[in-house]
């Protein structure tokens, strides 16, 4: 069984751009979720997705956006990048199965310079 | 607001020790406990988790203790192996309209068994 893949693992932008990180979650999965992950602020939950719709939504400005396609696989989006958007956005992909259990993806690197 | 305090931010453990890890949390409303492990450049992959209906979950070397009362949890490795020499996270979440999925972490513990 596949798991989770995040693509593209490593990304560099300059402040001021937008970037676009997608995941696709295990097969059967229908719910993602999202977060962002630095030294920091540690595990930051951004927001969920089930069947397309956003569940849940983080503390996080507007500049964080995502969506969720027919097929679960997820996309988010980050405009307006800042320095500190540098982080591992990491997707946890959900099996909603009656347990909670939710099993992530390597993650996207994304430094803002 | 920190709702799930972690300690202690860093723990060296010689091989064949058992290494504790402990949680706090505020929120009464969270009834899901799992234990996250990530290795450098990975994703956190769950090891263990517990619900408040139960006191103790043991999974191999793994065990969670949870205190209700007392809003604590705590991970115990048993036998403590250079191979798990990893940052360690607690996390807590609830079920209620779809929330189940959202994960609230403490802040991390580095692990490192030395041979």
């Known amino acids: 069984k596949a798991g989770v893949t995040q693509t593209p693992r490593y990304l560099i932008k300059t402040r001021g751009q937008q970037v676009t990180l997608s995941c696709s979650p295990i097969s059967g999965h229908r719910s993602v979720s999202w977060y962002q992950q630095t030294p920091g602020q540690g595990l930051q939950f951004l927001f969920e997705y089930f069947s397309e719709t956003q569940r849940n939504k983080g503390n996080f400005p507007g500049r964080f956006s995502g969506r969720q396609f027919s097929n679960s696989r997820s996309e988010m989006n980050v405009s307006t990048l800042e320095l500190g958007d540098s982080a591992l956005y990491l997707c946890?992909?959900?099996?909603?199965?009656?347990?909670?259990?939710?099993?992530f993806g390597p993650g996207t690197r994304l430094t803002v310079l | 607001q920190q709702q799930v305090k972690q300690s202690p931010q860093s723990l060296i453990v010689q091989k064949g020790g058992i290494s504790i890890i402990n949680c706090a949390y505020e929120n009464t409303a969270f009834d899901y406990f799992p234990w996250y492990q990530q290795f450098p450049g990975k994703g956190p992959a769950l090891l263990i988790a517990?619900?408040?209906?139960?006191s103790e979950k043991k999974e191999g070397r793994f065990t969670i203790s949870f205190n209700k009362s007392a809003k604590q949890f705590s991970l115990h490795i048993m036998d403590s192996q250079p191979g798990d020499s990893a940052t360690y996270f607690c996390a807590a979440s609830f079920d209620s309209g779809g929330s189940n999925y959202k994960l609230t972490f403490g802040k991390g513990t580095l692990l490192t068994v030395n041979p």
């Open positions: 946890a992909s959900n099996q909603v199965s009656g347990n909670n259990e939710q099993f």
């Open positions: 517990i619900r408040p209906d139960v």
